[in-house]
């Protein structure tokens, strides 16, 4: 088993080794950073940095804060914009609601004219029928006061002719009651 240990660690050995060799060819190849080396690099650091935040970074920042006070703006904007649209959007309600009683008012004041137009018409129709009444009645009256005349007109001649016939026949009660009679049934 000792030897087995003895194997083992020559392999381990070997491992390092070659890792040695290579750790050591590496070693050689790269540069060893001492505090000079370390200057330099911060201070080239340090100098880029500084033109690039003039020449590069300070570009882009103000064009990054020149486009956010646009989107700021645009955002004011759209903003007034939909207060605006608001206001309008009100107007135009309150203009569409007194249009709309406006429009009711001329309905309701049309109905009302139609409503007093009809009962002019009706008035001057009930008017004129009660003339026409009026001179109907007149008509009838004036026919039957005439007919009533040429009655009496009428009645009067037959009584004349009547009694011109009794006198000229100076007849017995008989005779004059049979021609009165007579004198009716004409009539």
């Known amino acids: ?22 750790g050591a060819a590496h070693a050689a ?10 200057f330099w690099f ?10 690039l935040k003039k020449k590069a970074f300070g570009p882009i920042l103000e064009a990054l804060d020149k ?20 206001t309008l959007e009100s107007t135009v309600q ?15 004041s049309g109905r009302e004219a139609a409503r ?17 009444r009026e001179n109907a009645n007149r008509d009838i009256a004036s026919a039957q006061g005439k007919a009533e005349n040429t009655l009496r007109a009428t009645s009067a001649e037959l009584a004349v002719a009547m009694a011109n016939k009794l006198l000229r026949q100076q007849m017995d009660d008989k005779g004059q009651k049979a021609l009165a009679d007579q004198l009716i049934a004409e009539m």
């Open 29 to 38: 190849s790269s540069p060893v950073v001492n505090g000079a080396m370390f």
């Open 67 to 86: 486009r956010e006070e646009e989107i700021e703006q645009s955002l004011e904007n759209a903003d007034h914009l939909q207060r605006e649209l608001a």
């Open 42 to 51: 911060l201070a080239i650091f340090v100098a880029a940095a500084i033109i």
């Open 1 to 22: 088993m000792a030897q087995h240990n003895d194997h083992q660690p020559s392999q381990h050995m070997e491992v390092p080794a070659s890792h040695g060799e290579a």
């Open 94 to 108: 309150s203009k569409l609601d007194e249009t709309e009683e406006q429009v009711r008012g001329m309905i309701d």
């Open 116 to 132: 007093e137009a009809g009962k002019v018409i009706e008035s001057k129709a009930r008017e004129e029928a009660q003339i026409l």
